[in-house]
């Protein structure tokens, strides 16, 4: 059965906005010991908004945006929504057709009988186009455009850190957590920049959404038997690591139905702070705090 103080810790979590979805869950964050980070929408806004458009040699940057925004006009991704604001004119429909969205990569269209691809480094590497533009942008994702395999440019889209992440933080590292890791997608040098702004101990860019299962995968088998791993995502394309971690946290509240479902606690607003929260509630209710 079920002790009491347990009801009055998920009730205390509750009135916080952070749902848990079993006692199990309050036992596992009283024991966490690795805290796993999805960047984008998670210890970031997510609001993306060009910044640049830089087109290589005859190329003008409007006809790179609207290859890039015509492509990615199907989309739902943040990165998307900014493209379209930035280029700012209705795209015609009739015009494009193909279009793939590959996860963690971009995406390809057919637009106006062209191949586009609008997409990060790895995106292009697969397609084997070479880029010229990596180490220009430190902190800024870079979308890279091509048109029929030739290299047209590249958009840098700027997103800012979550003020309430640093806090999130220097809370996990106050709890004697002993490694506060991120994962992302996004480029490698993005990553470490995110990183050293927020104090974060590991960080891996360049990551597809099964390489961070497997990242997950090998941070679990790095930490000792009693800790537990935690891992907080904003829903896109995270309940493959959602399910995978010890105690997986969805964020934002109004995530994906999939990544709530497979979530075991859901924090209802979007500040990375209620994860420390929901630890202090897990070890007062455990009767460990000190
Ligand atoms: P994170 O891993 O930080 O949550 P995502 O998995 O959503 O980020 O995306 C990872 C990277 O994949 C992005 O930083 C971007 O480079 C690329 N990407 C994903 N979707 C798109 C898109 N629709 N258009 C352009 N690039 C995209
Ligand atoms: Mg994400």
């Known amino acids: 059965s079920i002790p009491l103080s347990f009801f009055g810790g998920l009730g205390a979590a509750a009135r916080k906005g952070i749902l848990v979805k ?5 036992e596992a964050l009283a024991d966490a010991e690795v805290a796993v980070f999805d960047k984008t929408g998670t210890l970031t806004k997510g609001t993306f908004k060009v910044q640049e458009v830089v087109s290589q040699d005859m190329y003008n940057n409007e006809e790179i945006l609207k290859f890039a925004a015509c492509a ?4 739902n991704h943040p990165i998307s929504l900014s493209i379209r604001r930035a280029y700012g004119k209705e795209v015609d429909a009739a015009l494009i057709s193909n279009v793939k969205e590959i996860p963690g990569q971009g995406v390809t269209a057919t637009v106006d009988g062209r191949f586009v691809a609008a997409g990060n480094a790895k995106m292009m590497q697969m397609l084997d186009i070479s880029i010229s533009a990596e180490d220009l942008v430190d902190a800024a994702t870079v979308v890279h455009v091509a048109v ?10 700027g997103d800012a850190i979550k003020e309430d992440a640093t806090k ?5 590292k106050a709890q004697k957590v002993k490694k506060v890791v991120m ?7 993005v990553a470490e920049s995110v990183a050293s702004h927020l104090g974060i101990d590991e960080a891996y860019g360049g990551l597809l959404p099964a390489d961070k299962v497997q990242k997950v995968e090998d941070l679990m088998a790095g930490k000792s038997a009693k800790g537990k791993l935690i891992f907080v995502g904003d829903g896109i394309n995270d309940a493959p690591v959602l399910a995978r971690a010890d105690v997986g946290i969805a964020m934002g509240g109004l995530g994906s139905d999939a990544a709530i479902e497979a979530a075991d606690v859901v924090i209802m607003t979007d500040e990375p702070s209620k994860v420390p929260v929901a630890i202090k509630i897990a070890k007062r209710t455990l009767g460990i705090a000190r």
């Open 22 to 26: 079993g006692s199990n869950y309050l």
């Open 148 to 157: 029929d395999g030739e290299y047209k440019g590249y958009i840098v889209i």
């Open 72 to 75: 990615e006009s199907f989309s």
């Open 168 to 172: 999130a933080v220097s809370e996990l």
């Open 183 to 189: 994962l992302t997608g996004d480029a490698k040098s």
